[in-house]
């Protein structure tokens, strides 16, 4: 995501001390990989969805029960904090809702209870470590009228998050992760999707993956859909959106927007980017990558192979937030990493990545501004003696902190360690996007393939004692 303010963010006054008991084990090592392979039916009638979701997967651990994420669940409350409910529920606060309706292991009908303080489910039937699991989840979602990752405003409709996955297994256990206001709290495996989708044909279907077929009958719509090797799978749909293409080095770009004069500059932006990142961490690897223009309350948000940009952003700062967000392609996407108990891995390398946009595309002061701006912001802090640390469970933050020193703080580490090593660092970059593409990451991954024999740099910024590191540059 980019935090892009879209209005001034109020200066928090309460201290948030309970959030440091919120997440207590920042560094979390023993993450199990596995690749689920998932079996999507949508029947789509505008807000209302009939869903049906079968997971395969084999499972890493032996439990009396199964454990499954679901983020829909987190749409029955405001989904913001206080300062942005005005710009994320224009037509006022309501809700979406999901009415399960049942859940099947191995074709066997479970008992299940729903925790929708952590936006979980805890499915009743044991797994064994090693084998093959079929779970299948029935139900129906109502969106929320409001500018979110799932829910529609001005007839733009935004499906994502919209599925549950099995709990990530975390140093053996299952890993819930409440939602967070602020910012993700996924960790999502490689996985692949089989999606068929049926909706009126008067909608435009936005989606990660390829179209295998459509066929139209009594004039409904309905799309086979496939993607490999991505982290999730988004899905929007309009009737009032004008798409633009083109292809280049076997990607095919597209940019969806309902208004837009000049949409030929933002495919540009697209291409040059992706160009840019191939170029500097390796190839893109998918066949497909789409832009959206759509209401959102942030600047943008990154799916698999759909990024979303802010149809209230100024047109000015939207190369920024694409840039940002297409870099995600690289930095979460191929490699993947823990959005919930280290943000920054993901944050702060799209941040400097988008600083490494402009500079590679001959806009060197961009970059100097992007560096400029971080060392500000840790002037200002080092006396106002605010948060430093760039480390931390994306709920240890308040929304101010999180912006400044995951995004900020956090790419000045780079661009100030880029300084230092010069593009020895992006040739590391490649390496660890190379070792790690369709695996996870973590924070001793990039100390070991990045850093190399200079932790102690990555620390300091981690840890927040960058007083003598961060300005001497
Ligand atoms: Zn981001």
Known sequence: MKEFSLFLIPIYLCCCIFCLFACKDNEKKDI???????????????ENVDCSVSIDYTSNITSNFIILQCYSISYQKAVVDEEYIEETYPNGVNFGKTYIESISVDEKICEYMVNSENSSIIVYSPVEYGRNTR?????????????????????????????????????????????????????????????????????????????????????????HLQANNVRDFAIMYSKNVTMRSSTENGINFRYYYQKDSTPFDEIEIMKTATATFEKLFGEYGHKNLSLVL???????????????????????????????????????????????????LDESLAEFSTALYYLDNGNGKM?????????????????????????????DFTSDDY???????????????????????????????????????????????????????????????????????
């Open 32 to 46: 199990v990989d596995y690749y689920p392979k998932y079996d999507i039916s949508l029947k789509i009638d505008e």
């Open 135 to 223: 779970i299948k989840i029935c139900y129906k979602l109502k969106l929320a009228n409001l500018k979110h990752r799932l829910g529609y405003y001005n007839s733009f409709y935004s499906l994502c998050s919209f599925y549950p996955y099995v709990c990530p297994i975390v140093d053996g256990e299952y890993s819930v992760r409440e939602y967070s206001k602020i910012g993700e709290s996924e960790l999502l495996h490689t996985s692949s999707f089989n999606v068929s989708v049926s909706i009126s044909n008067n909608y435009v279907l936005i989606h990660t993956g390829e179209e295998i077929n459509k066929t139209t009958e009594n004039k409904i719509d309905t799309y």
């Open 294 to 344: 759509a209401p959102f309350p942030f600047g943008g948000m990154e799916y698999s192979e759909v990024v979303v940009v802010s149809d209230s952003l100024k047109e000015q700062s939207r190369e920024e937030v694409i840039a940002h967000e297409i870099a995600h392609m690289w930095w979460f996407m191929k490699v993947g990493s823990d959005e919930y108990y280290s943000p920054w």
């Open 367 to 395: 970059f100097e501004l992007f560096r400029q701006r971080g060392l500000k912001e840790l002037e200002n802090r080092l006396i106002e003696n605010k948060r430093l640390s760039i480390k931390g469970c994306v709920n």
């Open 403 to 473: 912006s400044a020193c995951v995004y900020t703080l956090g790419s000045t580490m780079w661009i100030t360690y880029y300084s230092i090593i010069g593009p020895t660092l992006t040739d590391r970059l490649k390496e660890y996007a190379t070792l790690f593409e369709n695996k996870i990451a973590t924070e001793k991954d990039v100390e070991e393939i990045v850093f190399k024999n200079d932790s102690a740099t990555l620390r300091a910024w981690l840890n927040g004692e960058v007083t003598a590191v961060g300005l001497s540059s």
